[in-house]
Structure formats: C-alpha cells, structure tokens
C-alpha cells in the first residue's frame, strides 16, 4: 500500500515521464488501464490522454511549482509551455490513485497572463512573467 508521500513521488515521476520525457511505454507503467479523465479538452482514458501529448509539438514543457498529497489525492500546481496556444497554461491537476497507479484525473487550466495584463502586478507563476523568460 502506497502512503501518501509516495502518491506525490509516483505523480510526479509519472507526470515528467509523460509530459517532458515523453516516453509512451514508461508513462503506461503509472496510469491504470481504466484511467478516468475528467478534464473537458482531454479524450476518455489513458490512450486519450497519451494521443493528445502525442499531437502536441516536441518542445512541450510541464514544470512543477508544487505537489501536495492526501491519501490518494495528489494536487500538482505547474506550468505547462510549448503547446502550441497563444500563452502558457497554470494548470492545478488533481489525481487519485490506486493500486499506485495513476486511475482518475481532475484540472483547472488558466492562460498565463503578460505584466501589462496583470492587475495585480504579480506573475501568475514563479517570479517573472512569460515575456520576461
């Protein structure tokens, strides 16, 4: 049985597998076969989410500003560049897992906005804006 720091190790090592190495046979050992997508702009499954990165261009880029976990939910608040939209994505990803694999997946993805967009002032992620990078 997993302890819920392990869960955020296996997120993590799954989401870098995937999205930055993007080694398909690797990331197929961290989801489950009957993986869960929830999200609105990713196909069902595990073979839905695996396409989608398959289609994306090769300079796509997920960074980690932090993960936390409790029991089988881990959240990971990250960066993702590289995919081919106007501006990067903030995305806070949620997964539950079982049996220590990845088996259901929650998101909430915003635009990272420029300084002159910023009415706060403030980057949106790390210290600098996307422009300043």
Known sequence: MSTTN????????????????????????????DYVQHSAHIEPGREGLFNLIKSLPEDL???????????????????????GQPAPWVVADFVRLENGLLKEHWDI?????????????????????????
């Open 6 to 33: 392990d869960n955020r190790k296996i997120v993590l090592k799954a989401f870098d597998t995937l999205f930055n190495k993007r080694d398909y046979a690797a990331a197929e050992e961290f989801w489950s076969p």
């Open 61 to 83: 880029a997920h960074e980690v500003d932090f993960a936390m976990a409790e029991g089988d939910m881990v959240m990971i608040r990250g960066r993702f560049t590289g995919h």
């Open 109 to 133: 993805i915003e635009e990272e906005v420029s300084r002159k967009d910023s009415v706060s002032g403030l980057p949106m992620f790390g210290s600098d804006f996307p422009e300043e990078r």
